[in-house]
């Protein structure tokens, strides 16, 4: 694409699922700081309408904000269809909301597997789906953002049904990117790593006792490596206005894709090592998952 679609976000009308928290939240705030009128929206009200205050609150711009759950395509076909007559043609879109839930392949149920694909799969297909045909018809260009993730680029321990997700999303992102090309609508994958969102303070593992001074260190470990939501924000801003497909929040995980890629000699060892490492250090996951996984909101 010659020209950058969304060169700044000044005047723009940008939509964002997952706003009440995490990634999304601050990505909303973020937006409205540089001049967008944001249109929000998640599954928890109170939330949403607290991301909202607070960006009325420093002067930024709210239109539509409105709870629906991103698995119900009917509830997000009656959102789009009540936010395009209202506000037009979005110029940005983007899907942030998602769920997680860890767990070893003969530990996972299969209501994991499927609340995981109508959340993170199906849910921004269903807004893809409703919100890119205005933006087409509309002819001013635009941008689409999908996060996917680091277990949508590499082999994460115990994420074979988050990864399955966004993998699946990533897939969606390749062939958009090429599709949308000739409407002047560009797309970026964002693909974090760890980012600290608040809920590394009370996610709890099935059958791990959170007590435990292993897990203890786990965590710990984990946020001193995290990036904060507002450095995501940054860089998924950045990836619009730049046009940039791939967009990553931390350099470990473009280090890591690119081992993959360039030096699977090394990567295949090391994956090994971090899977090794994983049941190590929560050994008891892949026997205990079986009555629920792990399950966070991004």
């Given at each position: 694409m010659s020209r950058t679609p969304v060169?700044?976000?000044?005047?723009?009308?940008?939509?964002?699922t997952g706003a009440a928290s995490g990634i999304g939240r601050a990505t909303a705030v973020l937006a409205a700081a540089e001049g967008a009128t944001v249109h929000l929206t998640d599954i928890r009200?109170?939330?949403?309408?607290?991301?909202?205050?607070?960006?009325?609150?420093?002067?930024?711009?709210?239109?539509?904000?409105?709870?629906?759950?991103?698995?119900?395509?009917?509830?997000v076909r009656d959102l789009a269809q009540r936010l395009t007559d209202e506000h037009g043609a979005m110029d940005v879109v983007m899907n942030i909301a998602g769920?997680?839930?860890?767990?070893?392949?003969?530990?996972?149920?299969n209501s994991h597997w499927r609340d995981l694909v109508e959340v993170n799969l199906m849910?921004?297909?269903?807004?893809?789906?409703?919100?890119?045909?205005?933006?087409?018809?509309?002819?001013?260009?635009?941008?689409?953002?999908?996060?996917s993730s680091a277990a949508g680029l590499i082999g994460m321990p115990w994420h074979a049904a988050y990864s399955a997700t966004k993998f699946g999303l990533r897939g969606v992102s390749e062939v958009l990117r090429f599709d949308l090309y000739r409407h002047r609508i560009g797309v970026s994958l964002v693909c974090p790593g760890g980012v600290d969102t608040?809920?590394?303070?009370?996610?709890?593992?099935?059958?791990?006792?959170?007590?435990?001074?292993r897990f203890a260190k786990a965590q710990a470990r984990f946020k001193k490596r995290a990036v904060t939501p507002e450095q995501a924000a940054r860089s998924i801003l950045d990836g619009v206005t730049k046009n940039r497909y791939w967009v990553y929040t931390s350099t470990d995980i473009r280090?890591?894709?690119a081992l993959q890629r360039f030096a699977p000699w090394a990567y295949v060892p090391l994956m090994r090592q971090f899977n090794a490492t994983a049941n190590?250090?929560?050994?008891?996951?892949?026997?205990?998952?079986?009555?629920?996984?792990?399950?966070i909101s991004r």
């Open positions: 060169p700044s976000f000044e005047g723009r009308q940008v939509f964002l009200e109170a939330d949403l309408e607290a991301t909202a205050a607070e960006i009325r609150a420093a002067g930024g711009r709210v239109g539509l904000v409105a709870a629906a759950d991103i698995s119900d395509f009917e509830a769920i997680s839930t860890w767990g070893t392949v003969q530990g996972l149920e849910g921004p297909i269903h807004v893809l789906e409703t919100l890119v045909p205005p933006m087409i018809a509309a002819r001013r260009g635009g941008h689409v953002v999908n996060v608040g809920l590394t303070e009370t996610i709890t593992i099935a059958g791990v006792d959170g007590t435990d001074p280090l890591a894709f190590k250090v929560l050994p008891q996951v892949s026997k205990a998952v079986a009555s629920d996984g792990v399950r």
